[in-house]
């Protein structure tokens, strides 16, 4: 039976570069009075001062990283909320520093949670909470990229493992056969992809074509180890070459109804050759 051929998954975001935020160090001074622990209490007291400082230092460092995410989410058109809200944690934790510091101070406990909530709470509306949804993501435009975008990472991907299943039959032709249909069918998918629309509408087309081609991939295996192995590798490669033929035809007649002339195309074809030969 042919594998299934893998789900579109959502493409993760490109990281931004750090964006440098407002100082924090100075909030570190705060905790000047955990160093008198430190130099004039017991070894008890020590443990307890360095693991509060820790606390607070990790605190810190979780707002720092909040505000360089938000600059980035601020700067970027598009950008997807962070899934761990690193400015919220980070005042928590150091509420938390303010209970565990304040319930030596008082005689029952809901003054110092009372405090501790208080100075969290301060601290988000300090620096802000993180962002909470996905910015520009409904846009129709970078919907059709974002789809176009999976739509050719998972071909090449169903494509390298087809050239994978096959590697171990020992036939450096059919390997060789293979990569060039995939070679050609990324081409002419990326020179597509100008126009996220027309990608769209080839997706049933492709879909079709991976199907097929993971079906003839499955078969040849099966049937490499019999008497049929010479007449499957001969129906293989007619089938490599039939298939390859129709999509491209199925593709080029696609964009010729779209009122891209054959010579723009061609163009494209090229372009994306030459900058992928000049990388490698």
């Known amino acids: 039976m042919p594998k299934r051929l893998p789900f579109l998954k959502r493409a993760e975001p490109v990281a931004e570069p750090p964006v440098p935020g407002p100082p924090l160090g100075l909030l570190f001074f705060a905790a000047c009075p955990l160093f008198l622990w430190v130099f004039h209490g017991s070894f008890i007291g020590l443990v307890a001062a360095a693991l509060l400082l820790g606390l ?101 991907a169903a494509l390298d493992r087809m050239v994978a299943d096959l590697s171990p039959l020992g036939d450096a032709e059919l ?21 996220p629309s ?6 049933k087309p492709l879909m079709k074509f991976l199907q097929m081609l993971n079906f003839e991939v499955d078969r040849l295996v099966d049937s490499w180890e019999g008497e049929e192995a ?36 061609e163009t494209d074809l090229l372009l994306d050759r030459m900058t992928h030969e000049s990388a490698a």
């Open 56 to 156: 607070f230092a990790t605190g810190l460092s979780m707002i720092r990283q909040g505000q360089r995410v938000q600059a980035a989410y601020d700067a970027a058109e598009v950008a997807y909320k962070p899934r761990f809200p690193r400015k919220i944690f980070g005042c928590v934790q150091i509420g938390l520093l303010v209970i565990v510091l304040a319930i030596p101070q008082f005689a029952s406990l809901w003054v110092p949670f009372l405090v501790g909530m208080l100075a969290a709470g301060l601290g988000i509306a300090a620096f802000g909470p993180d962002p909470m949804r996905d910015k520009g993501t409904d846009n129709p435009e970078f919907v059709l990229r974002q789809r176009a975008a999976e739509l050719i990472g998972a071909t090449n």
């Open 175 to 195: 390997v060789r056969r293979t990569q060039a249909v995939q070679t050609a069918v990324m081409r002419l998918l990326r020179a597509l992809s100008s126009d």
């Open 198 to 203: 027309e990608l769209r509408a080839l997706r």
């Open 230 to 265: 010479p007449q499957a590798r001969t129906r293989y490669v007619a089938k490599l070459d039939a298939l390859a033929r129709a999509f491209e035809k199925r593709a080029r007649k696609r964009r010729d109804s779209e009122t891209r002339d054959a010579f723009e195309l």
